[in-house]
């Protein structure tokens, strides 16, 4: 075993193996673009590749209720009940929130 580090020593010892080493060790951790800089913008791709899709997903469904919307009175006037608690004249509204 000491023959074998002392054979790789000696081969990485003199001074192009201590550049190569010392470049690696750069490029590594030290460089702008290091490997953990290059880990965490992986991460952060993935992240925002799922965001895409939620909100890609999410526009989708808009689209959809717009259309709803443009097409039928009935779903328009449901929505602004819905949503902006509208109502006929003579007519009340009674507000139910469900406890979760």
């Known amino acids: 075993m000491k023959q074998l580090l002392a054979h790789i020593w000696k081969n990485i010892g003199n001074k192009y193996g201590i550049t190569i080493m010392f470049f690696l ?4 951790f030290f460089d ?3 490997m953990v800089q290059h880990f965490q913008n992986k ?3 993935a992240q925002l ?11 989708e469904n808009d689209q959809r209720k717009i259309k709803e919307l443009q ?3 009935k ?3 449901k929505f602004a ?8 004249e003579n007519e ?4 139910v929130e469900e406890e979760e």
């Open 43 to 45: 991460n952060k791709l």
């Open 92 to 95: 009340d509204v009674f507000v």
């Open 32 to 34: 702008e673009h290091n």
């Open 49 to 59: 590749i799922d965001q895409k899709d939620f909100l890609k997903e999410k526009i």
């Open 81 to 88: 009940r819905e949503q902006f608690l509208m109502k006929k």
């Open 71 to 73: 097409t039928s009175q």
């Open 25 to 28: 060790l750069w490029i590594l």
């Open 75 to 77: 779903n328009l006037e």
